[in-house]
C-alpha cells in the first residue's frame, strides 16, 4: 500500500461501523457512506437474522426496514449496537423495550409519510367504491362488448358518505382532510382521551365514537392505527358482522390488525362490498390466498409512503437519525428518548 492508501484505510479503520439492510435511497445513503463506514445489504430480499447478526456484529449503528426482524435474540446478539434507525414510521418488526433495556436508541421516520399515506387510502377508497380495477380488467380482457349499459359496474358514492376512520393520528387526519372535498360525515376512533376532539369537530365535522359505533354507522372504514398487542386481530369475525352490509374496508396500516380469513369470509358473501388492501399479514401475500381469487378486492404491495419525494425525505431523516445518535446527541426522531 502507497501512504495515500494506508491513509484512505486508517480513515475508514476510524469512521463507525454501520450495517444498512437494504440499498435505502441515495439522498440518504450517501450521507450514510461518506460520515460512516458502512455496508450495505446487496440484496433486493432482507438478510435472514443470523445474516443480519453476522454484518452487524461490530456496528454501532443498524439501519432497518420494516421486514427485518429485530428481535431480543438479534439485539442480544450485537454488542456495540447503539442504535437502531428504522427506514419507516412503523417499528412493530422491533423489540423496542428490549433495545431500551439494552441502551439501544430507535428511531423513525415520522410526519414525511402522512400525506403520501394518506394519497394511497384516498387512492384505494376510489378505486373500491367505484370498482376501477374491476372496470379495467372488464376492457383489457374484451368483455366491453355493449356500448354503454344501465347497470353495468355500479357502484357507490364516496360524495356524502360517511367515512369511520379508527386512529386518529397524523394519518387519520390527513385521510380527513381530504374527505372534506367529499362532503362526508366523519366518525373516529382515538386511543387517547383526545383533546383535539373539539379541534377536529370543528375542523371536519367529525365525532369521537367508540369502535362498535363506528363499524355499525360508516359506509367506508379505514384503518390506520400501529400494530400492538391491543390492535392484532382488532378487526375480526365479529367487528366486520358489525359493519354495514355493503361497506367498504380499508387498510394501509399494518395487516395483522385484520383477521384475513374472517375477511375473506366477509368479501366472499358480499356482507362487505369490497376491500382496500395495502398490507397483509404475510408479506409478500402468497399467490394462494384466497383474497387474491375475488374480485372485489384491490391489492397493493405496502406502497402507502411509495412516492419518490417521501422516500428519498425517509432516507435523509435515517442519516440525521444515525449521524446525531452515534455522535451521542438526541436524534430527531427518537422513539424511546427514556433510553437517553
Ligand atoms: C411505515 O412507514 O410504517 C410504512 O408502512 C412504510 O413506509
Redesign the pocket.
Known sequence: MNPNEVRAFMVIRLKKRVFVTRKIPNDGLNIINQEFNAFVWPDEFPPSKEEIVQNAVDCEGLVTL?SDPIGAEVIEQLPNLKVIVQY????DNIDVKFATKKGIIVT??PGV?TET?ADLTWALIMATSRRINEADRYVREGHWKVAWSPELLLGSDVYGATLGIIGMGRIGRAVAKRAQGFNMKILYTSRSINERDTELRQQFGADHVDLVTLLRKSDIVTLHIPLTSDTRHLIGKAELAMMKQGSILINT??GQVIDEDALYQALMIKHLAAAGLD?FTEEPISLDSPLLQLENVVLAP?I???STYTRST?AKMCAENLRAALAGAKPPNIVNPEVL
Open positions: 420494516l419507516a414510521v412503523g417499528y423513525n421516520t409519510l399515506t396500516s399494518r398490507v405496502h402507502g409512503s411509495a425517509m
